[in-house]
């Protein structure tokens, strides 16, 4: 409801930011490390809630595969975070849906698995796996919480037939598919890693993702996403700006998501060259010579 608040990752998914801020949501964005979100960070804001007075209405978290960063938070942190959630009476709403896509093919626990409090909610999607045309997801919670989420519905939910294809199809294929979409996917994040590293040496800085579908890229301070975005896209290369990804405009300025599930091996290269030059004509970076220099390293 409007001016509740919610706690969720600093870099989130710009379509969860969208649905808040159009729903008059506070969001405490919490930093994230290469484990996900930071457990001190969560603490700390759940202490300074509750300091002034404020009650958390939930904590939304996509713990495996986090979008933009492709963190995926170990057993341990999860028990964290459910420990501290039932500490400070906040909910969590786990947003699971990239978990199918994780390079070797090994999860850890849903949060939802692990906690014996009833206060979790855990939402899945075929979006990622089969296609996100058919619009099927799936929501598991406690019937305690379910029920109240029901009388919500505004319609009369997803279409029955677009799950009976999808039944047909996952029965005999979904253990075969998964797999080969993983390795197809993998590919094309060491093709987009390879083209960063030639056409922006050390001007572009990521780390190697262990699943998902796009890569969290940070280009030095100078540069504007935002205006890069639109330069970019008037030479035909989208890419999405940091800031529209992020709690923190700031923070996120110089940085930039990169989706490759649907470009092939060569539009990424194509694209990845294009969006140098662009970088470079706006804003002097990457210069030439860290291309030569890490090439040679
Ligand atoms: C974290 C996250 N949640 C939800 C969605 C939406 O998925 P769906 O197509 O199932 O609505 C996305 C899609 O990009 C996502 O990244």
Redesign the pocket.
Known sequence: MRGDTVICEKD?????LNRFTRLGVKMIGVPLDGNGMRMDALEAALKDCKAHGVQPKMIYT?PTV??PTATIMPEALRLEMIRLSEQYGAPIFE?D??SDLIWDGKRPPAIYALSKSHNVIH?G????SIA?AL???FLVAPWSIMSRMLPLKTDAGSGALEQMVLAEYCAPHFATHVPALRKTLRGKVETLMEALNEQFGTAAEFEDPKGGIFLWVKLPDNVDSMKLYQAALKEGVAINPGPEWSTDKQHAGARLRLCFASPTKAQIRDGVAILAEVCRREFGVPTRIANVEKARA
Do not use: A, E, H, L
């Open positions: 989130n998914y710009q379509g969860t996509i986090q979008n947003d849906c990239y939402c999607s075929f979006s990622k996100p619009r099927v997801g």
